[in-house]
């Protein structure tokens, strides 16, 4: 007969597992983190009640701006009672379903064009035909939608036209750069560093300044260039020149077997950057460039200043309005979710691509 | 150095090829040939120039714009309003992207002469004052030595305040915030004693404070302000328009004429109204306009008192009173040159 074992696990002690272990370890493990638990949960518990209190309990949403003055909590009003004039600005008011379509096509493509499986030729010919709708939509003029000037484009569509144009524009420019300064014709190595060194010696501020104030100075009578567009050529230039210091770091960082194994195997030089070199590099350097296009998401605020009526222009506009005077937290903090939904799905979509394009090496 | 002598040369015929004189009347032939007024304004004074909830504009300098265009297309809605910073402004109109600049604009001599610009009539007399709370006790702007004073950075503003307090051998401190929703909130916090900018601005931020009633101005206004719509060096019949325009508002309020009441005064008798509606005809043709223009004005935009009420006036959150802009014979510096 075989001697059996009482082998019946003793369970640990409570101290270890359950909610308690959980906060046992993880919480106050060691006295140094059960200090920094102890001052966090004070603070907490100081500012979170008051914070529930003033954004939901004491708030108003859709009053008028006297009318959240007594109230006292947070006004939401401001957005609530504002939210068509700080989405679409200057875009007649009837005709602003036209942008809200627009702007839910450009939704849609980037959600589809975030699965790499679909990126076949359909998806390319619907970004042509959700362009030009885009396009139709905004501007007006065929099938009996009236037209709408480009100055009356404003608020979030204006936002997302500069960003998402000034970035896809500015990424292929960029590696343009960036092997142009890896080039060994120098006449093409000169220029390219000569562009990249000017651009990024200089702030955006002031290249949105020379393309609004003294550009036009230097055009022929009777020639203007529209507004949007000026900044739009800005925006890219200034993108451009820091993605291409980016990629160049990726190509440096491409081993120079991988250049001769490509010459080797008689690849001409755009096969050989197509197939092997810009494939490898590019992917190195998915983290700096996704930075790179966060920043430059959010530097299209700085357009302001040159007078355009971007998302925050028309919130700031709205709030020199006494009725809505001194509430321009609540309007800030609606805002700042709208662009951190941006700059959060860019930085996800990039540590998913890192993930998906991962190959051991 | 010939190279750079060279240079020099070049970027100097550029700059004089770029600004070219502009011909007498060529500015009306384009406003005409194009069919609307491109008018730069301001974006974000409220009472001045602003969008409302729909994105329509509104305000007294966009109502004298739309006066310009009443009289010159006849039909007051037919402008492009152009949004300008302070920066953007002058360069805009020498550029020629505007006709007109009604962006609340202080005439001053070095614009007139160094720009190459010209001020028409004055629409809106502003000038400098201070903000205090009544809990301070302060009757006067001279018993503000030591005070802090809450002002907006980079404008004439500070530097007014500056030259009043060494001027008077005052010492202030001052603290410097830079957006103007910003500044009313920093002052009604307590965070300052006193809140100084342009009367009108600071008619709009005390209707934002939690007990307006709390606050007063004092009489002391350190600064003139004249506001007035701008034109270009050069085309002096388009000068003529715009500042006949503004004085045509000003005509109508003094003869009675309003926007309510111009098509019986097409009836009147009184040979001053008859002139000024084009009933008797000519002083349209001289400007080169139809001799309907004043009509137009006063019955698509209204006459000064009318537009000064509606946007300005104290029915207004602004609620300014009329003042310095009140009418010549009411005490008021508003003074229109006789039509005929």
């Known amino acids: 007969m075989q001697e059996v074992r009482e082998t019946t696990a003793m369970k640990p002690p409570v101290t270890r597992i359950g909610v308690l272990g959980w906060v046992r370890t993880n919480l106050f493990s060691s006295v140094f983190n059960s200090f920094l638990t102890v001052v966090i949960i004070y603070f907490l518990w100081k500012i979170v009640p008051g914070l529930i209190r003033w954004a939901f309990i004491d708030s108003s949403w859709t009053t008028t701006g006297a009318e959240c003055r007594a109230a006292g909590g947070a006004c939401w009003s401001v957005v609530t009672k504002n939210l068509r004039f700080i989405i679409f600005g200057f875009f007649p008011y009837e005709w602003q379903w036209r942008p809200l379509l627009a702007m839910i096509i450009l939704f849609t493509l980037l959600i589809v064009s975030r699965n790499r499986s679909y990126w076949k ?53 960029g590696v343009l750069l960036a092997l142009g300064r890896q080039s060994r014709m120098p006449a093409i190595k000169s220029l390219s560093v000569v562009y990249i060194e000017t651009i990024r010696g200089v702030p955006l501020i002031s290249l949105l300044f020379m393309s609004s104030v003294m550009f036009p100075l230097f055009l022929p009578e009777g020639i203007t260039i529209n507004n949007i567009l000026r900044a739009q050529v800005a925006i890219i230039m200034f993108t451009a020149a820091y993605i291409a210091e980016v990629v160049r770091g990726g190509l440096q960082a491409i081993s120079r077997g991988q250049y001769e194994a490509a010459e080797s195997l008689g690849l001409n030089y755009p096969q050989k950057m197509r197939l092997i070199i810009l494939p490898q590099a590019l992917k190195i350097v998915i983290p700096p460039s996704v930075g790179i296009l966060i920043s430059a998401f959010k530097d299209t605020s700085l357009v302001v200043i040159i007078g355009l009526f971007d998302l925050l222009k028309t919130t700031q506009s709205t709030l020199s309005d006494p009725r809505w005077m001194g509430f321009s937290v609540e309007a800030y903090i609606f805002i700042a979710l709208i662009y951190f939904t941006g700059c959060f799905s860019m930085s996800s979509y990039s540590r998913r691509l890192e993930r998906e394009l991962y190959r051991g090496n | ?102 962006r609340n604009t202080t005439q001053t001599l070095t614009r007139e002469t160094a720009n190459g610009l010209n001020f028409a009539h004055v629409n809106y007399y502003d000038g400098q004052g201070f903000l205090v709370s009544k809990k301070l006790g302060v009757k006067s702007a ?75 101005l004092l009489p002391e206004i350190i600064s003139k302000e004249p506001l007035a719509p701008v034109v270009r060096h050069g085309d002096d019949q388009w000068y003529d328009i715009v500042n006949w325009t503004v004085m045509a508002l000003l005509q109508a309020e003094e003869l009675g004429v309003n926007s309510n009441n111009v098509d019986m005064a097409l009836k009147s008798q009184n040979p001053r109204v008859q002139r000024f509606l084009g009933v008797i005809p000519g002083l349209g043709k001289d400007l080169g306009l139809d001799d309907k223009w004043a009509y137009n004005i006063v019955k698509q935009v209204g006459n000064y008192s009318q537009i000064y009420e509606a946007n300005v006036g104290v029915n207004t959150a602004l609620g300014i009173p009329r003042g310095l802009n009140d009418q010549w014979y009411k005490g008021g510096l508003m003074y229109a040159a006789p039509f005929r």
């Not at chain 2, 009306?28 to 040939?33: G, I, R």
């Not at chain 2, 530097?159 to 103007?180: G, K, S």
Request: aromatic fraction near 8%; charge should be positive; glycine fraction near 8%.
């Open chain 1, 121 to 173: 030729k359909w998806l390319g010919y619907s970004w042509l035909i959700g362009l030009f709708v885009m396009g139709l939509l905004l501007r007006g003029g065929l099938f009996g939608l009236p037209p709408v000037e480009s100055t009356k484009w404003s608020g979030l569509p204006l936002t997302l036209l500069l960003s998402v144009f000034g970035l896809t524009a500015a990424y292929p420019l």
């Open chain 2, 1 to 102: 150095m010939r190279f750079l002598k060279v240079c020099a040369v070049v970027v100097a015929v550029a700059l004089i090829a770029t600004t070219s004189l502009a011909i007498a009347g060529e500015t009306l032939d384009t406003v005409k040939k194009r069919g609307y007024l491109i008018a730069g304004v301001n974006g974000g004074v409220f009472g001045f120039s602003m969008p409302d909830e729909k994105g329509v504009w509104k305000g007294l300098d966009v109502d004298t714009a739309r006066a310009i265009a009443a009289a010159v297309l006849g039909d007051a809605n037919k402008i492009k309003y152009v949004p300008l910073t302070a920066v953007q402004r002058l360069p805009a109109l020498q550029a020629k992207e505007i006709d007109v600049l009604c």
């Open chain 2, 142 to 216: 001279k018993e503000l030595a030591g005070a802090t004073i809450c002002v907006l950075p980079g404008t004439t503003t500070e530097l007014n305040v500056a030259d009043y307090f060494r001027a008077n051998n005052m010492r202030w401190r001052p603290v410097v915030i830079e957006q103007t929703a910003e500044l009313s909130k920093a002052f009604f916090a307590g965070r300052c004693d006193v809140l100084t900018s342009d009367l009108s601005q600071l008619a709009a931020h005390r209707a934002t404070a939690p007990n307006p009633t709390e606050y007063v």
